[in-house]
């Protein structure tokens, strides 16, 4: 039985069903394009707060530093929101195998633009998650109150924003069987994984896969980790 937590856009051309599905994690383009419009409007107010902030600090000398942690988290939200503006506008165009984030089978995986991997190339399974900042503890200045504040908006992504990084054994060997330009894009060969980014959901539709991923490793003697 494959586990599928997305809701299928039915006027797109779907990825085929592989032998033995066990999770599927595929993009649709209809919530891609509510998150580019999601990450461009919050990639506009963490950009002028970050302005803002770096104006204050050469008008108000006295209160730099907390300007600068503003600007900095401002800075910070610019990056995140705006990679995830980037991938989402690529993503919203996609169709077929060009769709999937993660397939999961018995033998491996496939990844974007229907690239499969076995488990025997598979050095290291490595889960991340991008956690919300913790609430400062003990006695704290309005300063960095209004930085946390601030820092839980900049990355309130909705749910979970897990990457699945399949560290390989052979990176150019699996490189050299990528031949659209979908599958050269997960791979990075100069890092030694296939990146695949599962996008925005709720923890609960990531941690049945997570598990599978743990045990399954546990099972075959590969390395697993997961941070965040």
Not at 57 to 65: K, N, R, S, Y
Not at 193 to 199: A, K, N, R
Request: include cysteine; glycine fraction near 8%.
């Amino acid at each position: 039985m494959t586990f599928a937590p997305d809701t299928v856009d039915p006027a797109v051309p779907q990825p085929p069903v592989r032998d033995g599905e066990l999770f599927r994690y595929v993009s649709q383009p209809s919530v891609q394009r509510r998150t580019m419009r999601k990450s461009l409007t919050t990639l506009l107010v963490a950009a002028v707060l970050t302005a803002v902030m770096l104006v204050l600090m050469v008008a108000i000398p006295e209160g730099w530093w907390a300007f600068l942690i503003i600007a900095v988290i401002g800075a910070l939200g610019v990056v995140i929101w705006g990679v995830m503006y980037l991938g989402a506008r690529t993503a919203a165009n996609a169709t077929g195998d060009d769709l999937i984030d993660l397939i999961v089978v018995p033998t491996g995986f496939v990844t974007q633009g229907g690239l499969y991997t076995a488990w025997e190339e598979v050095a290291k399974v490595e889960v991340a998650k991008i956690a919300r900042p913790s609430a400062p503890q003990g006695r704290v200045s309005v300063g960095q109150r209004a930085g946390h504040a601030i820092a839980k908006r900049l990355t309130d992504l909705g749910g979970a924003n897990v990457t699945v990084n399949i560290h390989l054994r052979d990176a150019k060997a699996v490189m050299a069987r990528a031949v659209t330009k979908a599958q050269k894009l997960a791979v990075m060969d100069f890092a030694g994984y296939i990146h695949t980014g599962l996008g925005l959901r709720p923890w609960v539709a990531v941690e049945p896969l997570v598990a599978h991923l743990q045990q399954e490793c546990v099972r075959r003697g590969t390395l697993f980790e997961i941070t965040g």
